[in-house]
Each structure stands twice: as structure tokens, then as C-alpha cells.
């Protein structure tokens, strides 16, 4: 029976599943840390990659390999293959002017939405490569005129998988080209034209491959060659990648989660990590001229209609900080209190927001007395304000179409007891979570017994120890969210 690796190279960690190819039992598994920061030496994850392989016991017995990476981004390099600068990564909101600029420089206001929904299916925000590049043409003339080539992290982190060999061997999928901001869903092709309109030129992008086509071999000293590298990096990793295991196209973090979840018709994907995430399969293609909608394409040939909030789990470590207490106490703290917190209010633009599109927003409480100003009363604001956002997106999906059964709810902030009971009375409908995992590494690993497997269709893997929550809804909690999320004033409004 085949062995397959799974790779989620997320923002904050890099983690690695090994599983069976046909049962998609977890036979191994590891972990490394990545660093802080929204600008990051790509280094900093192939170094990641190298510890959590080791950690995982090595891959040399594996027969295939896909890695699924945190989307968007930006990694430029130059003609031998050098990075040109740290890669920006998707939650870096230096890039909000440049997206302004290019939706203004197509009309502006509703019409340059409606040119950019309909080009590529969504609207550029800062996260989209697409901005970066205006971003860096305009600040940093001399690093883009040294970019050759633009990709995604984990476009290059399957490319150094295969050894770096060349520009015009890197590979991407159709998920993670239609967060870049130059690809469209609709047609399946490059919009060059708007690449060249962003940067000024046509830098190299990677090939976009079809959800089970090979993007190469692995090479097993990978981790000793490859640009900057040229006698070796000093790394033990060498012996524990496999000799020419099948390397998969792989895929942007959301496309990989929903194939690790087996999210079908009616279900609706809440992930909450250091972003929020909404969205489900889609047989068509979205454009949402408002921008709320992003019109991504998944991992399988369908559709990933989703929208996106800057902040998620970190609301939960913030009040966990400010209280001074672990998140399980938070969660225990936030289920002592009553639905809707006594009107006590989170808006929980802690880092600027993507959806709305508020880059230079701040966090902020209303409704607070005396009455609530307690700690339960904050836990709970937090809890609550996380999912309001979230049910924002929730209502969008639904304006696109979604039909909505139930909400799968992953990530890590569904460890939360507190986010599982609240979740049905905020979203409205039932919710089910899975045990703990690495969904996002699973769907990688999935996709990669796809390929060393070559079916037609995903192997079909269970996911067992699932639970459903359910509670009335409480619509008073979203009411009085949106009162205060619509009167907040911040650094974006001009307060």
C-alpha cells in the first residue's frame, strides 16, 4: 500500500502528516514553528519544512508529496532563482494603497469592482499578490526590477522539493493561482494583462497544473542544493526525503482544508486560525462587484467561493492576554456569562480587517458599565465578536448562492469549548466539529494519494469522532454587533 505526505506550511508552523494512501490512516507527524511577522525569509519555511520532516520520522518511504501553504503572498525571484526580498505574506496590509489604486485606475468605485470581479472574480485587497507587486514597482524600484519570476509560498516550496530546477519549472494549482489577483476561475487562464498593468512588466509565473497533475519528483538532497546553497546548507535533512517520490500540484490552505474535511453540497467550511475563513464547494464560479466575495477556484476543478477576516483565534489570545488567564479558562470564563455578554460588544479589528475592507481599523468595546466589567462579560464579547465576524461572511456566502446545511468548524480556534457552543446560536445553524487536526495537511496529503494513486476521483478518507452542536439562535447578538461594527469609527475612517 502507498505512503503519501501532506504539508500545511500555515503562517505561524509548518506541519507534516504521513498517511496511508488508500485508508487515509495517520501512520506519523510533525511540526516546526515558523517566525512572526508578515514580511518572512522563505528560507525561514524550507527550514521549517526540514525539522518538521525529521520530527515526522523522514519521508523516505513516502510515494508521493503535496504541500498546501498559507495563499496569497508574494515571492519574487531573480534569474538564478535567488529570492529578491523577504516575501510579503497574505496578512501584510502595506499593499491597501496599491489596491486602491488599481481598483480606481479600472473606474473606480463600483465600476473598477465589477472590472475586477469579473475579471478574475474578486476584488483586490491587500492580501492578493497582485497588490503586492503595484506595492513593490512603486517602493522598491531596484528589488522589482531584479524579480524574474513571481510565485506563491507553496509554489516554492514544491520547486525547492524538486530541486530548484529553473524558473520555467515552477508549478502552482488552479486554488492558489486564483488568490494572486491575475488568474482568472472563469476562463482558467493568466490575465497577463493585468499583471503587467500592477508591476510594469510580465515577470515569470508559475504553470498552472489540473488537481491531480504530477509537478515534478522530489529530489532527495534536495535540502543540500538549490539557489544560495551551492556547497550545502548544513542540514541534516538530506537522507529523509525520498528518492523521486511524485511531487503534487498542492494548493492554497482553504482549497487543502476542504478536501481534508470531505466538505460536500450544503456545507460551509469556518476555519478559524490566525485568519477566518468562509466558504464552500461551488459547481460555478463567484464575482461579487462588492468584493465581500472572493471568487477562488478549490483543489478538485470546482469552485471555492470565500470570504476572508484578518482576525480570528488571535481575538481569543488577546482577551485571553488582557485577562490574564489560558484559553481555557477564557472559554469557561465566556460560558459563565449570558448570550449577547449583557450588550457588552467586540469589534475585533485587532489587526485591521480584510473583510470589511478596513486595513487600518482598531479593535474596540461598546456597551460597557458596570454591569459589565467583568471578566466573563469580556470573554464572553470576545467569543461572540469573533463570530459575528464570521457570520458576516456567512450571510455574503449566502447572497452568492451557498446553500447552507450545517457549518464544519476547524481550525484552532474550534479547540474552544467556548466557539462550539456559541457557534449554532451566533451562525444560525447546526455545527459540527471534527476531532483536532491538521486538516489542512490532510487535504495535501489527500491530494497527494490522488496523484500516486492516479484515480479520478479524491480517495474517499472518513473522518471520524465528529460532533455536532446546536443551539436556538440568538439573533439579539448579531443586532446589536452590527450596530456597533457600523458605527466604529477608526484610523480608515479618518477617527
Known amino acids: ?14 506541519k507534516v502528516v504521513v498517511r496511508d494512501a488508500e485508508s487515509g490512516a495517520l501512520l506519523r507527524q510533525g511540526r516546526a514553528p515558523h517566525p512572526d511577522g508578515t514580511e518572512v525569509d522563505p528560507s525561514a519555511w524550507w527550514s521549517a519544512l526540514g525539522a518538521a520532516v525529521d520530527a515526522a520520522g523522514g519521508l523516505a518511504d513516502v510515494a508521493a508529496i503535496s504541500v498546501a501553504g498559507q495563499q496569497h503572498g508574494m515571492v519574487c525571484l531573480d534569474e538564478a532563482g535567488g529570492v529578491v526580498r523577504p516575501a510579503l505574506l497574505w496578512n501584510d496590509t502595506r499593499s491597501a494603497g496599491a489596491a486602491a489604486e488599481l481598483v480606481g485606475e479600472a473606474g473606480g468605485g463600483e465600476t473598477g469592482r465589477r472590472f475586477w470581479a469579473d475579471a478574475v472574480g474578486s476584488v483586490p485587497v491587500a492580501s492578493f499578490t497582485v497588490t503586492k507587486l503595484r506595492w513593490l514597482a512603486r517602493h522598491e524600484p531596484e528589488q522589482a526590477a531584479r524579480a524574474a519570476a513571481v510565485c506563491l509560498p507553496h509554489d516554492w516550496l514544491t520547486w525547492r522539493l524538486a530541486g530548484a530546477p529553473g524558473l520555467a519549472a515552477l508549478r502552482t494549482d ?12 472563469a476562463t482558467g487562464d493568466y490575465r497577463l494583462d493585468l499583471l503587467e498593468r500592477a508591476f510594469g512588466r510580465r515577470p515569470h509565473v508559475p504553470t498552472v497544473l489540473g488537481p491531480a497533475e504530477p509537478a515534478g519528483v522530489v529530489r532527495p ?18 537522507g529523509r526525503l525520498p528518492d523521486g517520490a511524485v511531487l503534487g500540484p498542492g494548493t492554497g490552505d482553504n482549497a487543502a482544508a476542504a478536501l481534508g474535511v470531505g466538505a460536500g453540497p450544503g456545507d460551509v467550511v469556518v ?8 466558504f464552500s464547494v461551488a459547481d460555478a464560479p463567484a464575482a461579487d462587484p462588492s468584493g465581500t466575495v472572493a471568487g477562488f477556484a478549490d483543489a478538485t ?23 490574564r488567564v489560558d484559553l481555557a479558562e477564557l472559554a469557561e470564563l465566556a460560558l459563565s456569562a449570558p448570550a449577547g455578554a449583557d450588550g457588552l460588544v467586540m469589534v475585533p479589528y485587532l489587526e485591521g480587517e480584510r473583510t470589511p475592507d478596513r486595513p487600518r481599523a482598531s479593535g474596540a468595546l461598546h456597551g460597557l458599565t458596570l454591569r459589565t466589567s467583568t471578566a ?6 470576545a467569543v461572540e465578536g469573533l463570530l ?5 461572511g456567512l450571510d455574503a456566502l449566502t447572497a452568492q448562492g451557498a446553500t447552507v446545511r450545517r457549518v464544519i468548524l476547524v481550525g484552532g480556534g474550534a ?3 467556548a466557539v462550539r457552543h456559541i457557534a449554532p446560536q451566533v451562525l444560525g445553524v447546526p455545527v459540527v466539529v471534527p476531532p483536532p487536526g491538521e486538516y489542512v495537511a490532510d487535504g495535501a496529503a489527500r491530494q497527494a494519494a490522488w496523484v500516486a494513486l492516479g484515480a479520478a476521483t479524491p480517495p474517499a478518507w472518513a473522518v471520524r469522532g465528529t460532533e455536532e452542536y446546536a443551539a436556538a439562535p440568538v439573533p439579539a447578538i448579531r443586532e446589536r454587533y452590527a450596530a456597533a461594527r457600523d458605527h466604529h469609527v477608526d484610523r480608515t475612517d479618518g477617527g
Open 174 to 185: 488552479r486554488g492558489d493561482a486564483s488568490g494572486t489577483g491575475y488568474w482568472s476561475p
Open 388 to 392: 459575528c465576524a464570521l457570520a458576516d
Open 221 to 238: 538532497d534536495a535540502f543540500r542544493v538549490g539557489p544560495g546553497l551551492p556547497h550545502g546548507d548544513g542540514m541534516s535533512h538530506g
Open 415 to 417: 479547540r474552544s469549548a
Open 271 to 278: 476555519s478559524i486560525g490566525t485568519s477566518g475563513t468562509v
Open 1 to 14: 500500500m502507498p505512503i503519501v505526505a501532506g504539508v500545511d506550511s500555515s503562517t505561524q508552523s509548518c
Open 301 to 323: 476543478g470546482r469552485f471555492l467561493p470565500l470570504v476572508c477576516t484578518l482576525n480570528a483565534a488571535r481575538v481569543l489570545d488577546a482577551a485571553a492576554s488582557m485577562l
Open 376 to 381: 466573563a462579560h469580556l470573554a464572553r464579547a
